[in-house]
């Protein structure tokens, strides 16, 4: 089969196969793939909806769902934007903090076994390329 045709499916294969075993290995942190998603690309400081929205991949109606049933478990706190009545900043809290380091020591873990064996330098070629791609993609529509 022709790589370039096939790259997009293998593309999404190996982030679907990837996400779904990370998520195997966090399911004992009883947090769907979604809450965990968001507490790990959630910063110290905090982010406002929108921006969370947009790394997240989700509408914002569906963050804002998801945010409730964060805030009320006692993972984020959602503080107020000066300046800006709509707007609100959602800042992860000690636990959320607690729990954004063990994803983070699962998930290197999963990395570390799915690279062995693979070439550092073929490693940084993929990783050049994915985001040239990812920069493509957000730039489409600026």
């Not at 965990?36 to 406002?48: A, H, N, R, S, Y």
Request: positive net charge.
């Amino acid at each position: 089969m022709n790589t370039t045709n096939n790259f997009g499916v293998l593309l999404h294969e190996v982030a679907r196969y990837w996400r779904a075993e990370l998520d195997r290995r966090l399911r004992h942190l009883g947090l769907s793939q979604s809450q965990w998603l968001v507490l790990i690309k959630l910063p110290d400081e905090g982010m406002t909806q929108t921006v969370l929205a947009r790394k997240v991949g989700i509408e914002g109606s569906t963050l804002v769902r998801l945010l409730d049933r964060l805030q009320a478990n006692g993972w984020v706190e959602r503080q107020d934007v000066p300046g800006d009545r709509r707007a609100k900043r959602v800042v992860p809290t000690a636990k959320a903090k607690a729990l954004q380091h063990e994803v983070a020591v699962i998930a290197q873990e999963l990395r570390e076994q799915l690279l062995e064996g693979i070439e550092p330098e073929c490693v940084a070629i993929a990783a050049k390329v994915l985001s040239q791609l990812r920069q493509k993609l957000e730039n489409l529509h600026d």
